[in-house]
T-cell receptor, first 115, second 113 residues
Framework: NAGVTQTPKFQVLKTGQSMTLQCAQDMNHNSMYWYRQDPGMGLRLIYYSASEGTTDKGEVPNGYNVSRLNKREFSLRLESAAPSQTSVYFC??????????????FGDGTRLSIL | AQSVTQLDSQVPVFEEAPVELRCNYSSSVSVYLFWYVQYPNQGLQLLLKYLSGSTLVKSINGFEAEFNKSQTSFHLRKPSVHISDTAEYFCALEETSGSRLTFGEGTQLTVNP
């Protein structure tokens, strides 16, 4: 079982470059999430998608855009990367609102450095 | 707005010693509470959850947490830790009517031989 797959695992960018982080889940979940993890700050929600065709801002959306391409895939785009966006990015998915509580499942992360 | 505070950023302990990782939360509405564990270079895994019912919840690997509504706490405990428990632990909450997790800052547990 692949679960939640993120690509790439590592990336180094220069300031001003653009980049798309990919996320795909094979669990047929309706909801997907993008987080960033920074030391001493836990995980903070960037954007989420409650269902195919919908996206909403989270706690720290500035500088990012997302696309829910289909039920499986949810991508995160940095249009003009800044050093403050150096972080570890996690994608998660879950089945939500369809009965009993289901937890979020996380990918292994993308480690992004911006010089 | 809700928030989660983990009171210790780092907790070093010796193998076979007991450990408590502290978590306090703030919310004006009913919440679900969670502990997640993150091993090096991996994503987060759900360790245990409180949804309703018994306030003491347990994981399969010996951790337990108690929901204390009056003290707004959800501390994680284990009576005897192993080297393999070394990881970062995150406390999190979700409003019962919502769909978004709010995480604490994380506690790095390091178990030394």
């Amino acid at each position: 079982n692949a679960g939640v797959t993120q690509t790439p695992k590592f990336q180094v960018l220069k300031t001003g470059q653009s980049m798309t982080l990919q996320c795909a889940q094979d669990m047929n979940h309706n909801s997907m999430y993008w987080y960033r993890q920074d030391p001493g700050m836990g995980l903070r929600l960037i954007y989420y998608s409650a269902s195919e065709g919908t996206t909403d801002k989270g706690e720290v959306p500035n500088g990012y855009n997302v696309s829910r391409l289909n039920k499986r895939e949810f991508s995160l785009r940095l249009e003009s990367a800044a050093p403050s966006q150096t972080s570890v990015y996690f994608c998660a998915s879950r089945e939500h609102g369809t009965g009993s509580f289901q937890p979020q499942h996380f990918g292994d992360g993308t480690r992004l450095s911006i010089l | 707005a809700q928030s989660v505070t983990q009171l210790d950023s780092q907790v070093p302990v010796f193998e076979e010693a007991p450990v408590e990782l502290r978590c306090n939360y703030s919310s004006s509405v009913s919440v679900y509470l969670f502990w997640y564990v993150q091993y090096p270079n991996q994503g987060l895994q759900l360790l245990l959850k409180y949804l309703s019912g018994s306030t003491l919840v347990k994981s399969i690997n010996g951790f337990e947490a108690e929901f204390n509504k009056s003290q707004t706490s959800f501390h994680l405990r284990k009576p005897s830790v192993h080297i393999s428990d070394t990881a970062e632990y995150f406390c999190a909450l979700e409003e019962t009517s919502g769909s978004r997790l709010t995480f604490g800052e994380g506690t790095q547990l390091t178990v030394n031989p």
